[in-house]
């Protein structure tokens, strides 16, 4: 028997748009000791889907963080960049299905239909990242009109059309967490994607969106155990429709506590004094990071 096969795997999946922090780390370290922990695989993938945002230097600096962290991962690494082609096949399947369709408003257009509502006296109804909702009048768009558009090079995303897609799956779907939502919510959760609207699974700068690719690629790397920040706990909603719409398993998931920054806020990766980089100029040690992020759940 192939005992490699039962393995669990964990990974960590970062966007190379910034410099790592100490949010990073802390999710870093997470999944290579519970990998450790259970005599199982620790892998890295680099999520450069979004070709505009993602730089080589940033991915260097990646390697270099984990590596003075103590870290070590398999390799080859994968990196989205090389597998857009498998991303648009299951694009295609899915639009064949009818589940998905070319959205053709911008930004500027969403927003000033969501005013012109609001002025009526509606509330436009945002998703949980505080974004509008994409209006849904293009759902039923004539096909020949939307060949025409692209044939001319009208800009377009390919969007899921959330109804269709939440009826096809059925109402039971669902996950287990092991970690904690950031209401606390934990054990058995009801997915409810609906909140996201009709999503974005590509566009033209990104074939594959972070969605879309992040459960393929799961599911490619044969992922156990995503373990992640808890700002990433509504969009496993998302996750967990696609998985069923493309008839892939469901991994566990763990959503973990985020490291906050002096002001109390989410770190982000322009702010410099929580980043790797700038804690091992000032003389940190990788066990100064560890001891620093013991107290985060
Ligand atoms: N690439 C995502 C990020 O850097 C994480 C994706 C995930 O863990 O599912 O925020």
Known sequence: MDLSLS???????????????????????????LAQACGGRFLLRIEDVDTTRSRPEFEEAIYRDLAWLGLSWETPVRRQSEHLAGYAEALERLIA???????????????????????????????????????????????????RWIAEGRKHAWRLNMSRATQEAGPLLSWEEEGKGPEGQTGKIAADPGQWGDVVLSRSDAPGSYHLAVTLDDWAQG???????????????????????????????????????????????SNGDTGLASSRERGFSPADVRALLAGVG
Request: glycine letters at 10%.
């Open 7 to 33: 393995k669990r795997v964990f990974r960590f999946a970062p966007s190379p748009n910034g410099a790592l922090h100490l949010g990073h780390a802390f999710s870093a370290i997470l999944n290579h000791d």
């Open 97 to 147: 299905r009818g589940l998905v369709y070319p959205a053709f408003l911008s930004r500027g257009e969403v927003k000033s239909i969501a005013k012109t509502h609001s002025l009526d006296g509606g509330n436009w109804p945002c998703d949980p990242d505080g974004a509008l909702l994409y209006p849904e009048q293009e759902r039923e768009l004539d096909p020949a009109v939307a060949r």
């Open 223 to 269: 992922v156990t155990d995503v373990v992640r920040g808890q700002d990433l706990f509504h969009a496993t909603s998302v996750h967990r429709l696609l998985q069923v719409l493309l008839g892939l398993p469901a991994p566990r998931y763990r959503h973990h506590g985020l490291v906050l920054g002096p002001d109390g806020r989410k770190l982000s990766k």
